[in-house]
């Protein structure tokens, strides 16, 4: 079954560019246009992951996974916060309020932000089947 990733970025080109390199490297996609919207569609959608931009208009990427955490049915749904730039001090920050998994900058290698997707999930996955072995 294909993984589904979120991606959260209220700029429209950077949205369906990383949308079609998500598409085109196997993974089921849903997009939303802002932080809104994505508090709204996550419980019903329940990706696997979620990319989300950090500097967003309306409610931006670090409100929307501090409310994401209060909501039980998706509060364990890996972050990647995506962002031009991020200080060591916001990523410590965001790291224990937020449980956001990685930073990552965007205009890095497009490549990158899949290598980057692949190693969240696989941990998720590792992390998955450990605990099922532990409560057998």
């Known amino acids: 079954m294909k993984k589904r990733i979120m991606i959260v970025d209220d700029d429209k080109e950077f ?7 998500m598409l085109s490297s196997g993974y089921d996609v ?3 246009i802002d932080g809104a919207r994505a508090l709204a ?11 989300l931009d950090l500097k967003m208009n309306n409610i931006n990427g670090f409100q929307v996974a501090v409310r994401l955490k209060a909501i039980p049915k998706a509060c364990d749904i890996p ?23 990685k930073f990552i900058i965007k205009t890095a ?3 990158n932000i899949v290598r980057e997707v692949k190693l969240v999930l696989a941990g998720l996955s590792t ?9 057998n």
């Not at 949205?15 to 390199?21: A, V």
């Not at 959608?45 to 990319?51: A, H, R, T």
């Open 15 to 21: 949205l369906d560019e990383l949308s079609d390199l």
């Open 30 to 32: 849903c997009t939303c």
């Open 41 to 51: 569609e996550i419980p019903e959608v329940m990706p696997d992951i979620i990319l």
């Open 79 to 101: 972050i990647i916060a995506m962002t031009g730039y991020y200080t060591q001090d916001e990523y410590a920050l965001m790291i224990k309020i937020c449980g956001i998994k």
């Open 109 to 111: 290698d497009p490549g």
């Open 127 to 135: 992390r998955n089947t450990h605990e099922k072995a532990n409560n």
